[in-house]
Nanobody
Framework: QVQLVESGGGLVQAGGSLRLSCVAS????????MGWYRQAPGKQRELVAA???????NYADSVKGRFTISRDNAKNTVYLQMNSLKPEDTAVYYC?????????WGRGTQVTVSS
């Protein structure tokens, strides 16, 4: 069973930065795609950023220019660098990785941005 473990969340003031990490229990070299999602209280889970095996990135309009997704194959890790954080970025952030037809989720890490 593949495990994804997120870390790096926390409490930060508006305008601050955080870097989330997602470590996979298997090599991410052969992944189809990786992504970060978030879910705020009372809202549906939404895609924040995605990175395909070919290196194409995709961002939600609300985070474009502020967030950056990246990967380190040697460390089996996908990152989400979040800058200029806003209170509306407050949510639980989840990592998602796809190998073939299977997709796996982490348990999430809480990000809270105070105004």
């Amino acid at each position: 069973q593949v495990q994804l473990v997120e870390s790096g969340g926390g409490l930060v003031q508006a305008g601050g930065s955080l870097r989330l990490s997602c470590v996979a229990s298997r090599s991410i070299f052969s992944t189809n795609a990786m992504g970060w999602y978030r879910q705020a209280p009372g809202k549906q889970r939404e895609l924040v950023a995605a990175l395909t095996s070919g290196g194409t990135t995709n961002y939600a309009d609300s985070v474009k220019g502020r967030f950056t997704i990246s990967r380190d194959n040697a460390k089996n890790t996908v990152y989400l660098q979040m800058n200029s954080l806003k209170p509306e970025d407050t949510a639980v952030y989840y990592c998602n990785v796809q190998w073939g037809w299977s997709a796996y989720w982490g348990r999430g890490t809480q990000v809270t941005v105070s105004s």
